[in-house]
T-cell receptor, first 112, second 112 residues
């Protein structure tokens, strides 16, 4: 089992550019999540999904979009990159209420 | 409004001694609490969890205590080992969606 995989590991974007952060899991989890971690801070939830075709906003969704067409994949889209989106992005998956979440290794994004 | 707080940003402890990490929360709807460990440039790794119906959960060297009336939980690591040096995050969730709210983290340094 690869667990939760994320690509790319690092990316530098110019202001206004767009990109998609990829996330895949092979544990057949229905629940998937995107978090961001700013320096010295805890993780904050951007978007989550409780199953294919179902997504919902988390605490900090502005500037991001998601889709969930399959159980395995949960890409995060940044449409117009801004310096405030410089952060480390973590994808996670889990079995739902009362269960832990498994995290990917993260994508470090810098917007300049 | 920080719903989950870790008031100690760092902790230094001698190898073999006990490490005690603390976490406070404000949302009385939280019913599941978790501790994650994070090494640099890696995703968080699940350590231990506790449901709100319990006040203690043990797993090897790690014990989590929950005091619901005080809205406080703690993680005890006994004995501490150099490999325990990492950032530890407390997280909490309320039932729907199992969305995690994280504290800001405590950096633990275990000295040989």
């Amino acid at each position: 089992n690869a667990g939760v995989t994320q690509t790319p590991k690092f990316r530098i974007l110019k202001i206004g550019q767009s990109m998609t952060l990829q996330c895949a899991q092979d544990m057949n989890h229905n629940y998937m999540y995107w978090y961001r971690q700013d320096p010295g801070m805890g993780l904050k939830l951007i978007y989550y999904s409780v199953g294919a075709g179902i997504t919902d906003k988390g605490e900090v969704p502005n500037g991001y979009n998601v889709s969930r067409s399959t159980t395995e994949d949960f890409p995060l889209r940044l449409e117009l990159a801004a310096p405030s989106q410089t952060s480390v992005y973590f994808c996670a998956s889990g079995e739902g209420t009362g269960y832990e979440q498994y995290f990917g290794p993260g994508t470090r994004l810098t917007v300049t | 409004d920080q719903q989950v707080k870790q008031n100690s940003p760092s902790l230094s402890v001698q190898e073999g001694r006990i490490s005690i990490l603390n976490c406070d929360y404000t949302n009385s709807m939280f019913d599941y609490f978790l501790w994650y460990k994070k090494y640099p440039a890696e995703g968080p790794t699940f350590l231990i969890s506790i449901s709100s119906i319990k006040d203690k959960n043990e797993d090897g060297r790690f014990t989590v205590f929950l005091n619901k009336s005080a809205k406080h939980l703690s993680l005890h690591i006994v004995p501490s080992q150099p490999g325990d040096s990492a950032v530890y995050f407390c997280a909490a969730s309320a039932a729907a969606g199992n969305k995690l709210t994280f504290g800001g983290g405590t950096r633990v340094l275990v000295k040989p």
